[in-house]
C-alpha cells in the first residue's frame, strides 16, 4: 500500500526552505496547506514558524549548506514525491534554493538570476556599467590589492565580503597600517571608498520595468554600528522630494540588474539636495524583502504583504493584488543588540509598550528566555520596536526616546569553548551609552 491515499497524489508537494522562528512570512495563509503538501527544511531554531498543518519537516544545521539542504529534500521527495516549487525567503537561502530549483526543473529564479544581487562585485560592476552614481570600487583577494586601490583613491575605505550579510566581515579602514601582510583573504573581498553621506534604505517591490511600491527610510546608527554594539534604527522620509528622488534612483538601478519581478531591499547614500534634487548613490541591493521590522510595518502600516510577494514570484505566479487599507503614518523601528554573547539568558528586560513617546509593538525575551544563537542576525536580538507617527520627526523622538531608556541584562550560557564573559558572568546593555545618534526631522 502506498504512503499516500489515492486523493493526496493530487496534492502538489511544495517545499519551502525557512530558518526564521518569528514568523516574518505567514506560510499557511500564502498557500492552503490542505490542498497542497507543503515540507519544510528549516533549522531547529526556525521550527518555531513551521506551521502545524505541514506535511513534514527537515531539519538540517544551516539553512545555506546546499548539499545538506539538497540531501533534506530529496528525503521530502521520496516520501511526498517530486516538489513542484520551492521557496527561500531570506537573502543568505537565495542561491541555494535557486541551485535546487535549477537541479529538480522548478519555477522560480535561478542562480544566474540572482548572482548580481548576492556577488557584491558584480553588483556595482552592472551598476556602474550602467552609468550610475556608486562609490569607486575594486575587488580585493590579498591586502595589497586593498592598498593598491586606495593609493588611487584614497582612505578611508570599506573592506566587506562579496557576498555576505547584516554587515558580518564588514572594516572600515582608515589606513594601510589596519591591514595584516598579505596573505590572501580567507574568502573573496570587495574593497569601495568611503562615503560619509546618510545611509537610507529604499524597500518595495520592482515588476521587472519600474518601481511599483516603495518606502523610503534613513539609518538610525549603522548596520556596521550594530554588529559593534550600538542600537540601529530607521524612520521613514516624508519628504516628497527625496522620496521622489530615491525612486527614480531605485528604478535605475533595479533596471541595471534585472529584468524580472522582484521585492528589493536597496540602501543607498542621499545627499543635501542641489539644483537638481537630492543627489542619490548606490550602495548596494537584495532581491528580497527588507529584514528586521521591516515586513511587520509594511504589513501594519501601509496594508501591503512584501513577504506575500517574494512568496508569489518564487513560486512562479502573478503576485496577490489585495490589499487592506493604508493608514497613511509614518513608520519607523529599532534593534537593541543582545546584551551578551549569544546563546545567553535573559536576567532583566524592560518593557517600552506604553511608554509616551513610544513604540506601537515590542518583541523582548521575558527573564528566563534563551536568545539563541541563531543564523538569523538581526532577528535575535536584544529587543526589537515598531513605531507609527504622523511624521517622521514624531517617529524619531518615540525611537531614540525608547532607545535611551530601554534596559536588558542576560548571562552568558556556556559551551564547551567558553567566550569569555566578564568576571561576574554578567552583561549589561543600556542604549543610553551608545554612540551619538543623527536624527532627522
Known sequence: MSEHAPDEE??????????????????????????????????????????????????????????????????????????????????????????????????????????????????CRAVAAAGLPVPAFAAAERPSDVREFAGREGWPVVLKPRIGSSSAGVRVLDGPE???????????????????????HADGVFDGTRVTRLRLSRYVNTCLGFREGTFLGSVEVDDPAVVRAAERAATAYLAALTDAPTPFHLELFIGPAGEAGPDCSFLEVGARV????????????????????????????????????????????????????????????????????????????????????????YEHVGGRFRFRGRTSAEVTEALIHTAT????????????TPAGPSPDGRTALSAAHTAPVEVTG
Open 178 to 200: 589596519e591591514l595584516p601582510g598579505d596573505a590572501p583573504f580567507a574568502e573573496p573581498m570587495l574593497v569601495q571608498s568611503f562615503d560619509a553621506r546618510p545611509i537610507h
Open 10 to 123: 493530487d496534492r502538489p508537494h511544495i517545499v519551502v526552505i525557512n530558518r526564521w522562528r518569528e514568523r516574518y512570512a505567514d506560510y499557511a495563509g500564502y498557500l492552503d496547506h490542505a490542498t497542497h503538501r507543503v515540507t519544510y527544511v528549516s533549522t531547529d531554531v526556525g521550527l518555531g514558524s513551521v506551521p502545524a498543518t505541514a506535511a513534514g519537516t527537515e531539519v538540517v544545521a544551516a539553512t545555506d549548506d546546499l548539499p545538506a539542504v539538497r540531501a533534506a529534500v530529496a528525503r521530502l521527495a521520496a516520501r511526498h514525491g517530486a516538489p513542484r516549487a520551492l521557496v527561500a525567503l531570506k537573502e543568505d537561502d537565495l542561491l541555494t534554493g535557486a541551485e535546487l530549483r535549477t537541479e529538480w526543473e522548478l519555477p522560480g529564479p535561478r542562480p544566474e538570476d540572482l548572482v548580481r544581487f548576492r556577488d557584491k562585485y558584480l553588483m
Open 290 to 377: 527588507g529584514g528586521s521590522e521591516i515586513p511587520f510595518i509594511w504589513r501594519d502600516l501601509h496594508g501591503h504583504d512584501l513577504m506575500r510577494t517574494a512568496f508569489d514570484l518564487q513560486l512562479g505566479r502573478t503576485p496577490a493584488a489585495a490589499d487592506a487599507a493604508a493608514t497613511g503614518e509614518v513608520g519607523g523601528w529599532l534593534l537593541i543588540p543582545a546584551p551578551a554573547e549569544r546563546p545567553c539568558l535573559i536576567t532583566h528586560v524592560t518593557s517600552m509598550t506604553g511608554l509616551t513617546p513610544g513604540p506601537y509593538a515590542e518583541v523582548v525575551l521575558a527573564p528566563g528566555g534563551v536568545l539563541p544563537e541563531a543564523d538569523a542576525y
Open 405 to 416: 531608556r530601554f534596559r536588558v541584562s542576560a548571562e552568558p550560557i556556556l559551551r564547551s
